[in-house]
């Protein structure tokens, strides 16, 4: 069936809520209200060739008449080949929320024309507001019957789903950074490398790799800033390295002369003060820390590299969070930050194999490289169908139990195993800048 053929058709059932661009169709619930219709998603994505590679087909979008029937919703049982997402479609996160569908449907198999796909996705916009997410978990456990829910969600929103989803003894697995989520109840699970991963992942590298144990730290006066000095100080104790001080800075501060002088000891205007008094002796500044941890965005990273620089403040590793895996991390500076380390979940670059190849069909397929949130998303609905392949499972009890069991799964974004706490145990990407370059070193 043709593209126009089909639109004709699906327009005379009136199936709901067909949105078309750019060659894309997507049917989802937007805005959901006390009882929102949720669409079943499907899309027609015209791909280009990208690197001599052909372009996946369009799905077939079949007439409603020719869908699956929904299994059990009679008795209240869940309908195991239909799996709910609850992503934030429209607003100031959008963007995030249409990657994060793009990968899910293309880990689904909607672009796979040589076999069916049996996964019928049912996405949900939250809208990131109370309201629309809380409707929205509401009417995909409830009227949806979907075995799981995959969820996007900022710290703000992350705690609503979990206690909805509790509330509604639904599973879900919620990608966000937001620690202490899976407190809510039994069937919560959380897919992402967490701060506290993070540092770990950080502090360890630093000590075991780099044979760096003496640390000091900078970092902006916000709660994010704060939390990291936290969980990195509390690591670097129990891994029996030390942190000498920790200078903070305002979060538009461009100038960082004192606070260099403070993390240094004063060292700077030390040797400034020597030199001046003595120009043909130039004196070094002596240093009591080996690497210096910095988790900001790489804009303000970039400022105080170039300015450690110029106060001769050399020697030292710089150390990073997350927010540093940018494409713009190394333009114009990026001498300035050579051999520094930081930790992510995903290196569109990466040495693992499952890495490679999800990154080269996700570019086939949309004309683009993906991001952390797309290779999050993509696993997760990988691990939902690892756990499904199991054909006795058919109660949302049996598919928590299956999820808890997940170990060593080799995804995009490395190993993954949820332990106890239904937390992932994710295999850290240790980036390095090298050659004015990024590449993945552990």
Request: net charge negative; proline share 6%.
């Amino acid at each position: 069936m043709n593209s126009s053929r089909l639109f004709v058709c699906i327009s005379v059932i009136l199936t709901a809520f067909l949105l078309v661009s750019c060659g894309k169709v997507v049917t989802v619930v937007e805005k959901p209200a006390p009882s929102p219709p949720a669409q079943e998603v499907k899309v027609e994505k015209k791909v280009q060739p990208v690197k001599e590679k052909p372009p996946l087909p369009a799905p077939e979008i079949k007439p409603k008449e020719k869908e699956p029937p929904v299994i059990a919703a009679t008795d209240g049982s869940p309908d195991r080949t239909a799996i709910g997402c609850v992503l934030p479609l429209s607003g100031r996160y959008e963007d995030y929320g249409n990657k994060a569908l793009e990968a899910i449907l293309l880990a689904a198999g909607v672009f796979d024309k040589t076999s069916e796909t049996p996964w019928r996705i049912i996405a949900a916009d939250s809208q990131s507001i109370p309201g629309g997410i809380k409707a929205a978990v509401n009417h995909l456990a409830e009227t949806e019957k979907v075995m799981a829910i995959i969820a996007i969600a900022g710290t703000a929103e992350a705690s609503q789903i979990a206690e909805e989803a509790a509330n509604r003894q639904v599973p879900v697995i919620l990608i966000t950074p937001k620690e202490g989520v899976t407190g809510a109840g039994e069937c919560v699970f959380q897919h992402f490398l967490t701060p506290t991963q993070q540092m770990k992942a950080l502090v360890d590298y630093s000590l075991n790799d780099l044979n760096r144990a003496i640390f000091s730290i900078m970092y902006p006066k916000d709660y994010y800033g704060a939390e990291m000095v936290r969980l990195f100080s509390e690591e670097t104790d129990r891994s029996g390295g030390k942190v000498e001080r920790a200078i903070p800075y305002e979060k538009t501060q461009t100038d960082f002369t004192e606070e260099i002088n403070k993390v240094t000891k004063n060292a700077v205007r030390e040797a400034k003060k020597a030199n001046a008094d003595n120009p043909e002796t130039k004196v070094q500044i002596s240093l009591d820390f080996e690497a210096l941890f910095i988790p900001d965005s790489y804009s303000r990273v970039k400022m105080i590299a170039s300015q450690l620089v110029f106060y001769d403040v050399k020697g030292i590793t710089l150390l990073g969070t997350s927010l540093w895996n940018s494409p713009a991390l190394l333009k114009n500076g990026s001498e300035y930050l050579e051999g520094a380390v930081f930790a992510d979940s995903f290196y569109v670059n990466g040495f693992y194999p499952e890495t490679n190849d999800f990154v080269d069909i996700y570019y086939t397929a949309y004309s683009r490289e993906p991001e952390n949130i797309e290779a999050l998303s993509y696993d997760t609905m990988g691990m939902i169908i690892s756990v499904l392949e199991n054909k006795n499972i058919l109660t949302r009890e049996q598919f928590i139990a299956g999820l808890r069991q997940v170990e060593n799964y080799k995804g995009a974004t490395g190993n993954t195993s949820f332990s106890g706490d239904r937390i992932a145990r994710k295999t850290a990407f240790i980036l390095r800048v090298k050659n004015g370059k990024l590449e993945q070193v552990k």
